[in-house]
Nanobody
Framework: QVQLVESGGGLVQAGGSLRLSCAASGSIFKINDMGWYRQAPGKQRDLVATITSGGSSNYADSVKGRFTISRDDVKKTVYLQMSSLKPEDTAIYYC???????????????WGQGTLVTVSS
């Protein structure tokens, strides 16, 4: 089975930095687009950043200039470097990937279980 596992969440003070990782495992032939989403208590899940297989990235306006998304295809991992964190960044962060699986070579969209980021003031 294909699985995404997030790590790196925790408690940080406002203005601090944190690096999230999301590693994919299983019968994966190819990973296409990957992304990070977040959901705060009582809020909907929103897009944070995406990155294509070609390395093109896109960011939500609220994090632009502070967050950086990157990927390592050898490690099958996507990262989110978060800097200048604000209390409003507090949320559960989820990674997402569109990939092609063995042996069917079909497209699959997979979500991680989430990692909690708490930013204190």
């Amino acid at each position: 089975q294909v699985q995404l596992v997030e790590s790196g969440g925790g408690l940080v003070q406002a203005g601090g930095s944190l690096r999230l990782s999301c590693a994919a495992s299983g019968s994966i032939f190819k990973i296409n687009d990957m992304g990070w989403y977040r959901q705060a208590p009582g809020k909907q899940r929103d897009l944070v950043a995406t990155i294509t297989s070609g390395g093109s990235s896109n960011y939500a306006d609220s994090v632009k200039g502070r967050f950086t998304i990157s990927r390592d295809d050898v490690k099958k991992t996507v990262y989110l470097q978060m800097s200048s964190l604000k209390p409003e960044d507090t949320a559960i962060y989820y990674c997402n990937a569109e990939l092609v699986v063995f042996v069917s070579f079909r497209y699959r969209e997979v979500w991680g279980q989430g990692t909690l980021v708490t930013v204190s003031s």
